[in-house]
């Protein structure tokens, strides 16, 4: 019985040597499966794959694009260059700026093919612009001949009028000074003037303006005093003490020395503004009628709810 014992004592398998049952290798794989970072690493991994060899047709095949550098675009690299330096490009400068146009062309290539500019305010305004600078090309205007520029100044003549000019001298009331009696003391100034057969200069507020104007237009008047002076200075016929008139820092007596009637423009006097707004309406009016026969092309639908929702707020 004991010899049974030790032998089986004896015969007893050592723990180190005891088989170990190995992992389930399915079981692990499933649970690194349901893992959210390798979800997201297999979808990062198929979105690149989807862009290189079916979203990039530049990629996908070495021959879907091609950039001809023509003798015209070499000619008009020289000639920008020419323009900012004054002279012409070394053979090197040259070469790098030919490297130049091909890198700015492949990224915008590539730009367009991943669809950057949609939605684009900038790209949009970009080339609303150059459409219409496209429309005043194919739209050239001929030069007016003067039948035709005396038939537009006659029709505005009004626009072209030159104004009268008027040499005086001025006496300046202050505002600051004389309050609420500014213009009344003006005019009891003016009463004794008009009525003095020989009146001396009189003495007004001190002023940072001249006393004397030679024939100043309605321009230089309202430059220097502001206010409704020139207005009401252009309705004088008469030489001698007028006023008050009222600039934006008082009022003021002016004696008129000399008279420039105005009159109804001549072209030669006007000649360069009425060409350059004739110029301008037949520009707007071309443009537009070219606006009118693309815009014809479209069906214009506007959601009327949105775009006026006080609206229909009012009606429900």
Known sequence: MQETVTTLINNQTSPSEIPVEPPSQPKQFLRILREPLVHFLVLGALLFGLY?????PSMASTSAKQIDISAPVIQSLKATWQLQWGREPTEQQLQTLVDNYVRDEVLYQEALALGLDNNDTIVRRRLVQKMQFLVEDVNALREPSDEVLEAYLAAHADRYAIPGRF???QVYFSRELHGDRTDADAQELLTQLQTDSNPTQPRGDRTM?????????????????GGTLAQEIAEVTEKGWQGPFHSTYGSHLVNITEIDPGHPATLTEVRKNVRLDYLREQRQELDEQFYQQLRDRYTISI???????SVQEGKA
Do not use: C, E
Not at 210 to 216: D, G, Q
């Open 52 to 56: 290189f060899w079916v979203g990039s």
């Open 167 to 169: 040499s005086f001298n």
């Open 209 to 225: 303006l001249r006393k004397t104007y030679t024939l100043a237009s309605a321009k230089t008047l309202n430059n220097t005093f």
């Open 303 to 309: 959601d009327q709810d949105a775009l006026h929702p």
